[in-house]
């Protein structure tokens, strides 16, 4: 089964500055799916950014980006030039990309929540 | 509307009570998932509904009971629910069978059981 580890329970930065998420995951399988999703206050999930395992590139989303390693199972989440509106629970997601089964099912970490201080 | 919506937004019933959250999705999808978010842990999918099929039941308790009339509509019918079932519910919504396949969710339905 695919477990999805965000070390960081809390994290804060200063506005303008930038601040990176982290996200491990476990899976055998080698083609795949990953996901950013942020939850401010209001509750709603909303989703930040995607990265296909099958692609080199980090994915970027303004000024959203990861950093995408492979080998190390390993996919964090960088904000640049933080905003106050970027303060939120963020969570790290993990998809199978097989079809058949449970593909579809997304496999959520616990959370980073993110202070952003003024 | 757009989007994923839900009603009630929050609840408050009596462990003796029947109520049902309504999940509306109004963007042509054809799966919807019920997820269940409680404090310090993390989201826990209850429900998936395929084309308005049940496809997945995370071995979650008979007083969660689900039902998809159509792929626009989800619903989770509650009765004698125990406090523990206090929790975010969240309803999301994807286009099933394509490669990227991003699930979109609404605000929730913050439940609270006494």
């Known amino acids: 089964a695919q477990t999805v580890t965000q070390s960081q329970p809390e994290m804060s930065v200063q506005e303008a500055e930038t601040v990176t998420l982290s996200c491990t995951y476990d899976?055998?399988?080698?083609?795949?799916?990953l996901f950013w999703y942020k939850q401010p206050p209001s509750r709603q999930m909303i989703l930040v950014i995607r990265?296909?395992?099958?692609?080199?590139q980090n994915a970027t989303e303004n000024r959203f980006s990861v950093n995408f390693q492979k080998a190390a199972k390993s996919f964090s989440l960088k904000i640049s030039d933080s905003q106050l509106g970027d303060a939120a629970m963020y969570f790290c997601?993990?998809?199978?990309?097989?079809?058949?089964?449970?593909?579809?099912?997304?496999?959520f970490g616990k959370g980073t929540l993110l202070t952003v201080n003024p | 509307e757009t989007g994923v919506t839900q009603t009630p937004r929050h609840l408050v019933m009596g462990m003796t009570n029947k109520k049902s959250l309504k999940c509306e999705q109004h963007?042509?999808?054809?799966?919807m998932y019920w997820y269940k978010q409680s404090a310090k842990k993390p989201l826990e999918l209850m429900f998936v509904?395929?084309?308005?099929?049940?496809?997945e039941n995370n071995s979650v308790p008979s007083r969660f009971s689900p039902e998809c009339p159509n792929s626009s509509h989800l619903f989770l019918h509650l009765h004698t629910l125990q406090p523990e079932d206090s929790a975010l519910y969240l309803c999301?919504?994807?286009?099933?069978?394509?490669?990227?396949?991003?699930?979109?969710f609404g605000p929730g339905t913050r439940l609270t059981v006494l």
């Open positions: 999301a919504s994807s286009q099933a069978g394509r490669a990227e396949d991003t699930q979109y």
């Open positions: 899976t055998s399988e080698s083609d795949y799916y």
């Open positions: 990265q296909e395992a099958y692609k080199q």
């Open positions: 997601a993990y998809r199978s990309a097989n079809s058949g089964g449970s593909n579809y099912k997304l496999t």
């Open positions: 963007l042509g999808h054809n799966a």
């Open positions: 509904y395929n084309f308005k099929e049940q496809t």
